[in-house]
């Protein structure tokens, strides 16, 4: 049995998105105020028992409209009481849930099966937050409406001016929601699992909890408590967590085994005995965590002792030491002098280990009333595992975590099925993990038909097709650039290293606004940056493919200098792959800006236009092909002052030179098979201080600055914070 699909409504900013699930794992990614941490608070508050306390926050924030129209006409004179909850059932928050069921698990569902045609695959469940089939939600609103209006129409009520709760029904329920709602489950029809369906209140399931059995899920939220050693938080300590493992799979009052008897002899005589003991038992668990490469060489070891004294018995914490020698003397620390990070590695792993053996019931932690009621299938929520952990630590952990999690024999041989959702920040993390695996959170501005802005999901699992080369070549270029794609507000990709090293230049003194935004530059160069445009359509972030122009001539594949009327093209993969139709130098060099907006205007490319430049010796248009030349000309007095005095030498001498002259000879340095344009163009960073960027590049950025500045909204909500 697998977890196959979700679809949440109506859940903060999530109106309406669908999420798909991979075997195995599945990542969660995407920039800020995405809508991450909404979905991983819906699986928990709709399947995690005793977790799933509402709040009025928790409506999309534009369904309070209908909410508050349902109580105005509870409150006229002769409203009569509503007969069932039919006026709810679209604006409430609801989850969908479909589970892939094998033909040998049809038992642990047979009380989901839709019809008797059904044999098996898709099953659906939908949970709805509802009022309660007791609910005297009309009676007590309009009990506490009147009255409140009574009193501010009273005489000392009107003295005051005071306005009372409840002013309108979502006021009353943001005090009363849970004690009137409840989670209610409907079977949905798996021949319409792509539709739309409507919730047919005579399918509602009569169980409390329709999982019950079938899913266990646990969770890591981002919030873990850890602290350092001058830290007075209340905090929940490693020590605790070997202790609550301890009372679960190894507490000996709850079944003594023979290893124990040695304890309790022990205890009597002497606590070292009993640390013995401890070490033993938590061999096992202290080497699943050195197959994450903890500790490692230079690591100091943990160590577990006892506090106890023989009065107190097993009622006492586990101290976690770390033994910084290695051997039996005292040169031992406790465990908030180590690193957060590393406590935050052992604190993850200790409790996906714990989970499992919960599930698998090891050791003692059996429940007579659950007994040989494995549920078959497991669901671990990991928030943000990124926190604290440097970066080889969060690609180990993000690689070994469904390890650490199947790592029981019993598993695999009675077909029960494991599934990691991890949600994160971390490019380190997204990295790591396949594109099949990854679902991309994208923000979606406010429109005319909903004014809030609301997040979307997208399964990257075809986002390459049947193109696999493709696939692997941007799958390994994120890679090894440590490519924070996923995270960024836009993406904008140059050539080279020249446009990677002036760019943030050009940024931070011409377009300070974008140095608060969260941007990726990518420096890909023009024969593969297409590469990259299945996956930018996916995402359908903004971006600024700023590339060169590479003029060639039409039947030739040699570069050469650009030259107007000459039948020239260009070789530049990006211009010619990204969806610009012009083809000819000629109609490329004079394309309106408009033209070079593409995939929904999300997409701008920026290639070099022509300048007028004008000095002592010449005026006129020059053509330009790469960033350096461009450079050049735009910067050209400057550079001419810098030769006066001897800063920049090694650079043409342009006196007595024609306009074309020039630029043959700018292009001829630039392009030579010595040049050293780079160099050039590092040391006029050096020597300048106000270099101006070439006009291709700061349209586009300006560009860009008016995208991001349009979708200011998007840090904003539908009624809750959200990362």
């Known amino acids: ?28 990614v995407g920039a800020n105020n995405s809508g991450k941490t909404s979905a991983m608070d819906a699986l928990r508050k709709f399947l995690i028992k005793g977790d799933n306390r509402f709040h009025l926050n928790d409506f999309t924030i534009t369904n309070r409209k209908p909410i508050n129209a349902i109580g105005k006409a509870w409150q006229e004179e002769n409203a009569i009481k509503p007969t069932d909850i039919s006026e709810f059932l679209n604006i409430v928050p609801t989850m969908d849930v479909w589970l892939d069921v094998k033909d040998n698990e049809f038992h642990y569902v047979s009380h989901l099966i839709p019809t008797l045609d059904w044999e098996g695959g898709l099953l659906g469940v939908r949970l709805s937050l509802l009022p309660k089939k007791d609910s005297k939600l009309f009676e007590d609103y309009i009990a506490a409406y009147r009255k409140a209006r009574e009193t501010e129409n009273s005489e000392e009520g009107k003295a005051t001016k005071v306005t009372l709760y409840p002013q309108n029904l979502c006021e009353y329920l943001e005090r009363n929601l849970n004690r009137l709602f409840e989670i209610k489950a409907f079977i949905l029809d798996p021949e319409r699992v792509d539709e739309q369906q409507e919730t047919e209140l005579d399918f509602e399931v009569d169980e409390k909890d329709p999982f019950d059995g079938l899913i266990r899920i646990d969770m890591i939220d981002a919030q873990r408590g850890l602290a350092d050693a001058d830290s007075s938080n209340d905090v929940v300590s490693l020590s605790t967590q070997f202790r609550s493992y301890y009372d679960k799979h190894l507490d000996i009052d709850k079944a003594t085994s023979p290893e124990d008897m040695k304890t ?70 406790p465990e908030k002098y180590n690193g957060l990070g590393y406590q935050n590695l052992i604190a993850i792993v200790f409790r996906l280990i714990s989970f499992r053996d919960a599930r698998m019931q090891v050791g003692k932690a059996k429940n007579e009333d659950i007994a040989g009621k494995i549920p078959p299938l497991h669901i671990i929520l990991l928030e943000e595992p990124e926190a604290h952990l ?56 406010a429109n005319d038909g909903l004014n809030v802005p609301t997040s979307s999901a997208i399964n990257l699992t075809d986002t390459f097709g049947e193109d696999k080369l493709t696939m692997k070549f941007v799958q390994r270029y994120i890679q090894i650039t440590h490519c924070d794609l996923f995270f960024a507000d836009a993406v904008i990709f140059v050539e080279g290293t020249s446009e990677n090293v002036y760019l943030p230049y050009f940024i931070a003194r011409e377009f300070p606004a974008l140095t608060g935004r969260y941007l990726t530059i990518l420096p890909v160069g023009g024969a593969h940056t297409h590469r990259f445009k299945p996956l930018i359509d996916k995402l359908h972030i903004p971006t600024l493919v700023i590339t060169d122009l590479d003029p060639k001539a039409e039947k030739g594949r040699e570069k ?24 000819g130098l000629d109609e490329l060099l004079d394309l309106q800006d408009s033209d070079k907006l593409l995939h929904y205007g999300n997409v701008r490319v920026a290639y070099q236009t022509p300048i007028t430049i004008k000095t002592d010796d010449m005026e006129g248009e020059v053509l330009s092909s790469t960033f350096e030349d461009s450079l050049i000309y735009t910067n ?26 020039f630029q043959t000879a700018v292009y001829d340095f630039v392009h030579d098979k010595n040049s ?48």
């Open 1 to 28: 049995m697998k977890l196959a699909m979700i679809r949440v409504q109506n859940f903060r900013k999530l109106k309406d998105i669908k999420l798909e699930f991979s075997d195995k794992t599945t990542l969660f």
């Open 264 to 333: 309790l002899e022990a205890l009597r005589e002497a606590k070292e005995t009993f640390n013995e003991t401890l070490e033993i038992k938590f061999k096992g668990v202290l080497d699943e965590l050195g197959d994450l490469g903890y500790p490692g060489v230079n690591d100091p070891k943990i160590t577990i002792e006892t506090k106890l004294e023989e009065r107190t018995a097993f009622d006492h914490d586990s101290a976690v030491n770390y033994d910084l020698t290695g051997d039996t003397s005292d040169f031992k620390l």
């Open 390 to 445: 440097h970066v080889q630590v969060q690609q180990v952990l993000i690689k070994k975590a469904y390890e650490v999690l199947t790592k029981n024999d019993l598993i695999e041989a009675n077909g029960l099925s494991t599934q990691l959702v991890v949600s994160t920040h971390s490019s380190h993390v997204a990295k790591e993990t396949e594109f099949s695996n990854i679902r991309y959170f994208k923000r979606v501005p």
């Open 560 to 583: 050469t200098e650009p030259k107007r009327n000459a039948n020239l093209g260009t070789s530049n993969s990006s211009i010619k792959n990204w969806g610009i139709t012009a083809t």
């Open 636 to 661: 050209l007095k400057d550079i001419i002052a810098f030769i006066a005095d001897d800063s920049i030498t090694g650079f043409i001498d342009i006196k007595n030179l024609t306009i074309a002259e």
């Open 676 to 723: 050293k344009k780079v160099s050039f163009a590092l040391d006029l960073l050096y020597i300048c201080e106000d270099i101006k960027s070439p006009n291709y590049i700061s349209v586009g950025l300006a560009w860009l600055n008016k995208m991001l500045e349009t979708n200011e909204a998007l840090s904003i909500i539908g009624g809750v914070a959200d990362e």
